[in-house]
């Protein structure tokens, strides 16, 4: 999975695989029978739509077990499990409370109706509850990768001067690509973790070594906006080199993009001394699947033993992928739901909202215009309890919101973003595919520019961890968080569907406790 956000050189767009919904209104005096129904409940819409043009292709599919199971998740799980060898002789994946397999259409009904059929014959001859394993049957989405001048618009740089909120004892989980040794993590040892935690791969086929290695660059470049601290002794001799990405008048309208050298003296992330935890979710290539995010997800959640230890405190979710409000149960989603999850057991989650919050349409001389568009916040931003962030440039008074920051509200009426925070054009440490394309005209360069709210999602993660160094008694407490965020932010006088509550302030917020 995978959510390289934004404009520019914010990475790929995540692709939209959806066809047309399936079925339509039940024809005039045709009654559905009731397993039929039933069925039409159990596969989720945007699976269903999926199906009508898979056309005999493999479908990623995520199955939610149904908890209330007679044999609990295990039994559910051992019978799912024997009916897939049944219908595909191949065998899935475990996934905490799910299974992660690939299916045809034809074999997904199948599955289906096998699990119904068992399930009415254990009712007919016992007064037990059925035997149903499956609750719903999901996509298995695809998933894709949604500072020097930021650091004082979040009002961090004043916050660690101020009262230290350096992020020191906190650890957090980025979920992304990887997170590739740089020196901008040396001075901290920001990748050495307590006993008992170590970097993990999620992606099928990758060795647990592979997490420390970020050949596409989206995973490392946020966790430098999070974390980390580089300082140059003499800016003269020995500058800190950055490549950042603008367009001139030659290129406006051809949308190409030059490169201009970056010398600076210093680049902090807003916790420097907060520790990360890489959880790789994307490939090389920038992409994954649902699957892998709710692995990483179950991985902290064990580490911290369900919220009695917690030894990691926070999680950073820049990836992701659209939501479309048609299917309903915005915020239902499994990812959605394992979010939720994970905040009541004492998990700070920070989510980006996505860059999907414009559009084209023709204006009446026939020429296409830009223009945004509401209720395009991406899963798993639409998780009722996560702090779902949106992007600003570093002038947001004169700016505003970004153009392309997924806007609210979520399908089902919910006020989101929550926040938002500096995502233009943002300066943080470069590896992989994106130093490489930067290198390309700034030789020397170790930072690189990127844009998108997966940029603006660490820069809150980034200040709840230094608040949490601070105000330490309220780790384990992150709805408690999320509601000091909310109103220590600045309102920027944007509607509240582009805003949230505003932008995120740490001065602000270590003040209010």
Same mark, same amino acid.
């Given at each position: 999975m995978?959510?390289?956000?934004?404009?520019?050189?914010?990475?790929?767009?995540?692709?939209?695989?959806?066809?047309?919904?399936?079925?339509?209104?039940?024809?005039r005096?045709?009654?559905?029978?009731?397993?039929?129904?039933?069925?039409d409940?159990?596969?989720?819409?945007?699976?269903?739509?999926?199906?009508?043009?898979?056309?005999g292709?493999?479908?990623g599919?995520?199955?939610?077990l149904?908890?209330?199971?007679?044999?609990?998740?295990?039994?559910?799980?051992?019978?799912?499990?024997?009916?897939?060898?049944?219908?595909?002789d191949?065998?899935?994946r475990?996934?905490?409370?799910?299974? &992660?397999?690939a299916?045809?259409?034809?074999?997904?009904? &199948?599955?289906?109706?096998?699990?119904?059929?068992?399930?009415?014959?254990?009712?007919h001859?016992?007064?037990?509850?059925?035997?149903w394993?499956i609750?719903?049957?999901?996509?298995?989405f695809?998933v894709?990768?949604?500072?020097?001048?930021?650091?004082?618009?979040?009002?961090?740089?004043?916050?660690?001067?101020t009262?230290?909120?350096?992020?020191?004892?906190?650890?957090?989980?980025?979920?992304?690509?990887?997170?590739?040794?740089? &020196?901008?993590?040396? =001075?901290?040892?920001? =990748?050495d973790?307590?006993?008992?935690?170590?970097?993990r791969?999620?992606?099928?086929?990758?060795?647990d070594?592979?997490?420390?290695?970020?050949?596409?660059g989206?995973?490392?470049?946020?966790?430098?906006?999070?974390?980390?601290?580089?300082?140059? &002794?003499?800016?003269?001799?020995?500058?800190?080199?950055?490549?950042?990405?603008?367009?001139?008048?030659r290129?406006?309208m051809?949308?190409?993009?030059?490169?201009?050298r970056l010398?600076?003296?210093?680049?902090?992330?807003?916790?420097?001394?907060?520790?990360?935890?890489?959880?790789?979710?994307?490939?090389?290539?920038?992409?994954?699947?649902?699957?892998?995010?709710?692995?990483?997800?179950?991985?902290?959640?064990?580490l911290?033993a369900g919220?009695?230890?917690?030894?990691?405190?926070?999680?950073? =979710?820049?990836?992701?992928?659209?939501?479309?409000p048609?299917?309903?149960?915005?915020?239902l989603?499994?990812?959605?739901?394992?979010?939720? =999850?994970?905040?009541r057991?004492?998990?700070?989650?920070?989510?980006a909202?996505?860059?999907?919050?414009?559009?084209f349409?023709?204006?009446?001389?026939?020429?296409?215009?830009?223009l945004?568009?509401?209720?395009?916040?991406?899963?798993?931003?639409?998780?009722?309890?996560a702090?779902?962030?949106?992007?600003t440039?570093?002038?947001?008074?004169?700016?505003?919101?970004s153009?392309?920051?997924?806007?609210?509200?979520?399908g089902?009426g919910?006020?989101?973003?929550?926040?938002v925070?500096?995502?233009?054009?943002?300066?943080?440490?470069?590896?992989?595919?994106?130093l490489?394309?930067?290198?390309?005209g700034?030789?020397?360069?170790?930072?690189?520019?990127d844009?998108?709210?997966?940029?603006?999602?660490?820069?809150?993660?980034?200040?709840?961890?230094?608040?949490?160094s601070?105000?330490?008694?309220?780790?384990?407490?992150?709805?408690?968080?999320?509601?000091?965020?909310l109103?220590?932010?600045i309102?920027?006088?944007?509607?509240?569907?582009?805003?949230?509550?505003?932008?995120?302030?740490?001065?602000?917020?270590?003040?209010?406790v």
């Open positions: 995978s959510m390289p956000e934004g404009p520019g050189g914010a990475g790929p767009e995540i692709p939209r695989e959806y066809g047309a919904a399936s079925g339509g209104p039940a024809r005096g045709h009654v559905p029978s009731a397993p039929a129904l039933m069925a409940s159990i596969i989720s819409k945007p699976l269903m739509e999926r199906m009508a043009v898979a056309d292709r493999k479908l599919v995520v199955i939610e149904r908890t209330s199971h007679p044999g609990g998740v295990r039994g559910a799980y051992e019978q799912v499990n024997a009916l897939i060898r049944e219908v595909a191949t065998e899935p475990p996934v905490g409370s799910y299974l &992660a397999v299916l045809t259409a034809e074999e997904i009904r &199948a599955l289906v109706d096998l699990d119904m059929a068992s399930g009415r014959e254990v009712a001859t016992d007064l037990a509850a059925p035997r394993a609750h719903r049957l999901w996509p298995n695809e894709g990768a949604l500072t020097h001048r930021s650091v004082i618009t979040t009002k961090c740089a004043a916050a660690h001067r009262f230290e909120a350096s992020g020191e004892g906190i650890v957090w989980a980025v979920l992304d690509s990887g997170i590739a040794p740089h &020196a901008h993590f040396d =001075l901290h040892r920001n =990748l973790l307590p006993p008992g935690v170590r970097h791969s999620f992606v099928p086929g990758q060795s070594d592979e997490a420390l290695a970020d050949e596409f989206h995973g490392t470049h946020v966790a430098g906006i999070l974390a980390g601290e580089s300082v140059s &002794a003499d800016l003269k001799k020995s500058p800190l080199v950055a490549a950042a990405w603008y367009q001139d008048e290129n406006a051809t949308e190409q993009l030059d490169v201009r010398e600076v003296r210093s680049f902090r992330g807003m916790a420097p001394q907060c520790r990360l935890l890489s959880c790789k979710v994307l490939r090389d290539d920038g992409n994954g699947d649902v699957a892998a995010v709710l692995d990483a997800l179950q991985y902290v959640n064990d911290n919220g009695r230890e917690l030894k990691v405190h926070g999680v950073n =979710l820049s990836v992701g992928y659209p939501f479309d048609s299917w309903f149960g915005a915020g989603t499994p990812v959605c739901r394992e979010v939720d =999850l994970l905040v057991s004492g998990v700070v989650v920070v989510v909202a996505g860059n999907t919050g414009y559009g349409a023709q204006d009446a001389q026939n020429r296409a215009v830009r945004g568009l509401d209720m395009t916040i991406n899963d798993p931003g639409n998780a009722d309890l702090i779902t962030v949106g992007s440039s570093c002038r947001p008074h004169v700016s505003g919101v153009y392309f920051s997924s806007k609210g509200p979520t089902d919910r006020p989101k973003p929550d926040l925070a500096p995502g233009e054009r943002i300066v943080s440490a470069g590896s992989g595919k994106l490489r394309k930067a290198t390309a700034v030789p020397d360069a170790t930072f690189v520019e844009s998108g709210t997966s940029m603006a999602a660490p820069h809150v993660s980034g200040v709840v961890a230094g608040f949490l601070v105000h330490r008694e309220f780790i384990g407490r992150p709805q408690e968080v999320k509601e000091t965020l109103r220590s932010a309102d920027l006088g944007r509607d509240r569907a582009f805003q949230g509550a505003g932008l995120v302030d740490a001065m602000r917020a270590i003040q209010l």
